[in-house]
């Protein structure tokens, strides 16, 4: 449901496409999971997208979070460490998402490349990073500050930081000369000074481990903009609303800025030489988004005009569901119905939505 609301604000992208045009000919298949017992389409073209896509973003980030499972397992198993540093920085409710994110950039290059930040993350061992970079926005909080994109990264450091677990002030002497440097950083790129509160975290490892343990999962996301926030909405949250009330047109104009500003951006940016030093593959997102990992038994197919009259009464959740929970008989039955909609002599007139708009038709 949340994708067929993506498609509304994105009409000319991938995403518009996704799931629903074949990606040759033939019929479209529905299959079952054997290990997670849940239904899915074959011969359907996927857009990949993991920012403006639900469905593709969800496959995405599961495949991408066992990647970094595997990651940091290996590092731990060898003696390192994973602590987790979190960054953010001042932002208003008249700042524009590109622009924010644009003066963040500045302001992280400056950070990396500072002496002090060096010098601190070599006495930490550290020898890579993964950045993941996030964002909400507090239209409905009490105090609107707007866009507020994040970054939470993946430090992968030596054994000194296994010392500083027990030695709570040499963790504290790190975070306080970070701190220092990103707020310097901060100021020179344009964004103000950021508190001394929330503007830097450095947590331990079991931090990390939590944050990266919960990510992918759908309902639960502790990542990115699938998630939903506590203290904010993320963008699919913008989904959701404007599914629960079609009068919130803020909604729909907030989840075009933040997937037009975000294409073509990386969810996660791993340090040069960090996932061949731990063999992880380098797939792709359109790679990840298309793979079918597990053994999947066929169900039925359905064919190129059943399709069409699946499109047209928007029921390509209801076709699982079915499947899932009635088997191929049911989802048999429930093509027939809806092509008896289509197929009476024309008696009346109804709305329908047949994929991009609604549009009145005879019944």
Known sequence: MLQSVARKFLPKSRTDNCLRVRQAAGDVRVLKSIEHKTAHYGGLQTCGSVWACPVCSAKIAER???????AMAAHRASGGSVPMLT???PHQFKDLLGDLLARQAKALRSFWSDRVVKSVFQEMGIMGQVRALEVT????????????????????????INQARRDVFLMCRWEELLIDRWV??????????????????????DKAAKYVAKWGLEDEMT???TKKSLHGETPFDFLRAYLADPNDKQAGALFKEFAETFKGKRQLHWSKGLKQHYAIGDKTDDELAAAQDDQAVLLGSITIDQWRDVLAVEGRGLVLFLAVSGGWDA????????????????????TVFNGRKWRTCDV
């Open 184 to 205: 310097a950083c901060c100021v020179r790129a344009g964004l103000g000074a950021p508190s001394r509160e929330h503007g830097l975290k450095l947590d331990h490892g």
């Open 223 to 225: 990542k990115g903009h």
């Open 87 to 89: 960054l953010t920085a």
């Open 137 to 160: 926005h507090g239209r409905r909080s009490p105090r609107n500050n707007g866009w507020h994109p994040h970054y939470h990264v993946l430090l992968f450091g030596g054994a000194s």
């Open 64 to 70: 991408r979070r066992a990647e970094l499972i595997a």
């Open 331 to 350: 989802v048999a039955l429930y093509l027939a119905s809806i092509k008896r909609i289509f197929a009476v002599e024309p008696v009346a007139s109804r």
